[in-house]
Nanobody
Framework: EVQLVESGGGLVQAGGSLRLSCAAS????????IGWFRQAPGKEREGVSC????????NYADSVMGRFTASRDNAKNTVYLQLNSLEPEDTAVYYC??????????????????WGQGTQVTVSS
C-alpha cells in the first residue's frame, strides 16, 4: 500500500522558516517523482515544487522561487521542502504527492497518483 506522510508544519511568524518532510512507503521510491502542493481555504490547489526521480531536478512555482527548496534522501525514502522567508500568503495545508513520469516532474496536480493527508502551515504577520 502506497503511503505518504507529511510532517513539519506549524505556526511561524512572517520571515521565519519551516522544514516539511514527506515520508514514503509501499513503492519503489527511487522511481517516483515527488511533488508538493498547497491549498488555502477558498482557493484552488497550487503546485509549489517537485523533484524528479532520475536526476533530482526540481521545479518551483514563481511564488516560491528562491524561498523554498526541495530535496530528497532516497536512503530514507523521504523528501523535504525547506520553507524560508515565509509570508502570510504561504498559509495553507501542504500536501506531498507522487507519480512515476518518464523524466523530470510537473506541477500539475492531476498528474499525481498518490497523496498524503497534508500538514498545516500558518504564517502570522
Amino acid at each position: 500500500e502506497v503511503q505518504l506522510v507529511e510532517s513539519g508544519g506549524g505556526l511561524v511568524q512572517a520571515g521565519g522558516s519551516l522544514r516539511l518532510s514527506c515520508a514514503a512507503s509501499g513503492f519503489t521510491f527511487d522511481d517516483y517523482a515527488i511533488g508538493w502542493f498547497r491549498q488555502a481555504p477558498g482557493k484552488e490547489r497550487e503546485g509549489v515544487s517537485c523533484i524528479s526521480s532520475s536526476d533530482d531536478s526540481t521545479n518551483y512555482a514563481d511564488s516560491v522561487m528562491g524561498r523554498f527548496t526541495a530535496s530528497r534522501d532516497n536512503a530514507k525514502n523521504t523528501v523535504y521542502l525547506q520553507l524560508n522567508s515565509l509570508e502570510p500568503e504561504d498559509t495553507a495545508v501542504y500536501y506531498c504527492a507522487t507519480y512515476s513520469p518518464p523524466g523530470g516532474c510537473v506541477l500539475q496536480w492531476r498528474a499525481y497518483d498518490y497523496w498524503g493527508q497534508g500538514t498545516q502551515v500558518t504564517v502570522s504577520s
